[in-house]
Every structure is written in C-alpha cells, then in structure tokens.
C-alpha cells in the first residue's frame, strides 16, 4: 500500500484542562497561604492583647491619690520594665538613669518632661500639668521596654 491511499487522519488534540479542579499544587499553595494568613492572624491578636494588658498594668499600678505617689509608681514601673532588657538598668541612679531612659534617641527624659522621676516622689507639691507632661511619656518608654525595644 502506498502511502497515499493509507487511511490515516489527522492528529486531534484534546481538549485544553478546565481550570476546575486545580492541580494538587495549586491545592498545596492555598493551603499554605491559608497557613500563613492564619499564623499572622494569631500572632497579630495576641501581640494585640499583650499590649492591652501591660497597658492595663501600666494604668492601675500607676494609678494613686497623690501626684507623688503617681510618680514614684511610674517610676517602679519603668525599672521593673527596664530590668527586663538590662538586669543593671534599674540600678542606676540620677541623670544616668534618665539618660538610660532615652534610649539612642530623644531627650524627652534627661532634659524633658521626664525629669520628675529624679525628684517628683519627694516634692511637696507637684503641678497636675507637669504630671499631665510625664504620664503618657512614662507610658510610652514602659510599653517600648516591656515590648523589648530600647
């Protein structure tokens, strides 16, 4: 038989795959995302309620009658907090301290408002301004330390 008289037919492709189901590692990358967008999820909500509690801590231990009692409470605060990151850090005393507290950058405590910590616990009298200056300052450094930043 020649080749001409064969009966042959041309080749049909089959049809192109449906995009439904997908192939098992597109499965395995959605369950990865998933995976992932779970864990940032979780991570994000606890990292949440931890702040919410050391804010809380911070707010009831440093609440007091007396404005000196307020300052002397903050102050407990800020040494505990900083005892977390450097176990010689709540020792120090005076202007190293405060300096301490400022960390690499910012003043706001060796030459700020911060410096009622020296001796605010020890004034006879303390305006509620000065005081109004220093809480959400003290506030601030407490979570940055008790989050691990210096």
Same mark, same amino acid.
């Given at each position: &038989?020649?080749?001409?008289?064969?009966?042959? *037919?041309? #080749?049909?492709?089959?049809?192109?795959p449906?995009?439904?189901?997908? %192939?098992?590692?597109?499965?395995? #990358?959605?369950?990865?995302?998933? /995976? /992932? #967008? $779970?864990?940032?999820?979780?991570? #994000?909500?606890?990292?949440?309620?931890?702040?919410?509690?050391?804010? *809380?801590?911070?707010?009831t231990?440093?609440? %007091?009658?007396?404005?000196?009692?307020?300052?002397?409470? &903050?102050?407990?605060?800020?040494?505990?907090?900083? @005892?977390? /990151?450097?176990?010689?850090?709540?020792t120090l +005393?005076g202007?190293?301290?405060?300096?301490?507290?400022?960390?690499?950058?910012?003043?706001?405590?060796? +030459?700020?408002?911060?410096?009622? !910590? !020296?001796?605010?616990?020890? @004034?006879?009298?303390?305006?509620?301004?000065? $005081? %109004?200056? !220093?809480?959400? !300052?003290?506030? *601030? @450094?407490?979570? +940055? $330390? &008790?989050?691990?930043?210096?």
């Amino acid at each position: &038989m020649s080749p001409a008289e064969l009966p042959l *037919r041309d #080749v049909h492709l089959p049809p192109p795959p449906g995009w439904w189901p997908p %192939a098992p590692g597109w499965w395995w #990358v959605a369950g990865a995302l998933l /995976l /992932l #967008v $779970l864990a940032v999820f979780f991570f #994000v909500r606890r990292r949440r309620a931890r702040l919410r509690r050391w804010e *809380r801590l911070f707010d009831t231990d440093s609440a %007091a009658d007396d404005n000196a009692a307020r300052i002397a409470a &903050m102050s407990v605060l800020l040494r505990r907090a900083a @005892r977390r /990151l450097d176990p010689a850090a709540d020792t120090l +005393q005076g202007d190293a301290w405060l300096h301490w507290l400022d960390g690499r950058k910012g003043t706001e405590f060796s +030459q700020g408002a911060g410096r009622l !910590l !020296l001796d605010g616990g020890f @004034r006879p009298r303390i305006e509620d301004a000065e $005081l %109004a200056a !220093l809480a959400p !300052l003290a506030r *601030r @450094r407490f979570l +940055q $330390l &008790m989050a691990g930043r210096r």
